[in-house]
């Protein structure tokens, strides 16, 4: 899930994306500035403390404490198993992304604090055979 958050106060431009994996009874967060480019440079990720389940469902809401506003930009479901610590790197293969453009599923590497997006393995092997 990619929420596009507006109006955060620790935010100097005014606008990042939170992107929430879930994980139990709440999502793992990261601030991106931007949505990777596919098979480009990593975008830095900066964890966030965890979110609640609901904005798995929401389209659009106010933040608690007023700290601005969300909205979705895309959702789907992911493959694979998170880490159990929040620092240590991960892939995962992305179910939903063609809602912006991109292929599906694709992968999402968490690696350094930096935030990759590549096409899936097998999909690279079939393109190269």
């Known amino acids: 899930m990619l929420l596009e958050h507006f109006g955060a106060p620790d935010d100097p431009r005014g606008c990042h ?9 709440s999502c793992r967060s990261w601030r991106l500035e931007a949505i990777p480019l596919l098979n480009g440079p990593g975008q830095s990720a900066t964890p966030l403390p ?12 106010a ?3 007023g700290r601005g506003w969300a909205r979705r930009v895309v959702g789907g479901q992911y493959r694979g198993t998170l880490p ?6 991960f892939s995962l293969d992305l179910e ?16 350094e604090g930096l935030c990759c997006l590549s096409q899936p393995r097998d999909q690279q092997t079939e393109r190269n055979a």
């Open 17 to 25: 994306l939170d992107l929430l994996l879930e994980d139990g009874d």
């Open 50 to 61: 965890p979110h609640r389940l609901v904005w798995l469902d929401r389209e659009a809401a």
């Open 63 to 65: 933040v608690s404490g």
């Open 84 to 89: 159990a610590t929040v620092d240590a790197p």
């Open 96 to 111: 939903g992304m063609a809602a912006i453009g991109m292929p599906d599923p694709v992968c999402l590497s968490m690696i």
